[in-house]
């Protein structure tokens, strides 16, 4: 309670410095050089946040651990929640109002772009999936996500990948240079690198 009525508090102070010092001082947070903390709150067991790290408004930490590579910037209205942990890679891009479910972990490489908005992670299933079963989610380097894409419990994505708006993914995609469609979303082109070819 008292952690939560804190965390409330440090999340209105307008100045980026001092705030940066509360977490560390009285969280323990690791928090690298350059990172700038909007409006949000960051209720985690274990924070790593790299350097030169950009975190907007409204956006809600509340899971086991959390790791941010170095010059990744996470926009407005996301939300990280559960018992799992978060992990995102160095250069990596978080744009608005999406959802992380962290009953299990989620893992998001390096200069990888979840765009847009409203895309969900779903990483818990019924009580019959959930023993034995990996339900952890897996996005490799140099992937764009667009908007509105659903992705299942389980899910891994290879690199170099481009996942298109409105796809319902669940699975795993082991090859790299793919476009990724539609609902099951499927492999559609192969060879593709989507910095070069969109």
């Known amino acids: 309670m008292i952690k939560r009525l804190t965390l409330k508090f440090i999340k209105q102070i307008p100045f980026n410095f001092l705030k940066i010092i509360l977490y560390r001082k009285l969280f323990g947070y690791q928090i690298g050089k350059g990172v700038k903390i909007g409006k949000a709150i960051i209720n985690c067991k274990k924070v790593s946040i790299g350097n030169n790290v950009y975190i907007a ?24 929640i559960g018992n799992g ?31 847009g908005r409203n895309s969900e992670f779903w990483t818990h299933g019924s009580i ?31 690199s170099f990948n481009l996942v298109a708006m409105g796809s319902v993914v669940s699975g795993v995609f082991r ?21 070069k070819n969109w």
């Not at 978060?86 to 962290?102: M, P």
């Open 57 to 80: 408004n409204n956006n809600v930490f509340s899971c086991n651990e959390i790791s941010i590579g170095c010059n990744t910037s996470i926009h407005s209205g996301n939300t990280f």
């Open 85 to 115: 942990k978060f992990v995102v890679g160095d250069n990596s891009r978080i744009i608005n109002k999406h959802h992380f479910d962290l009953w299990n972990s989620i893992t998001i490489g390096n200069n990888t772009w979840v765009a």
């Open 128 to 158: 019959h999936t959930k023993t034995g079963k990996d339900l952890s989610i897996t996005i490799g380097d140099y992937v764009y996500i667009g908007s509105a894409s659903r992705f299942a419990p389980g899910t891994k994505i290879s």
């Open 175 to 195: 090859m790299d240079k793919t476009l990724i469609l539609g609902n099951p979303a499927n492999v559609i082109k192969q060879d593709i690198d989507w910095r």
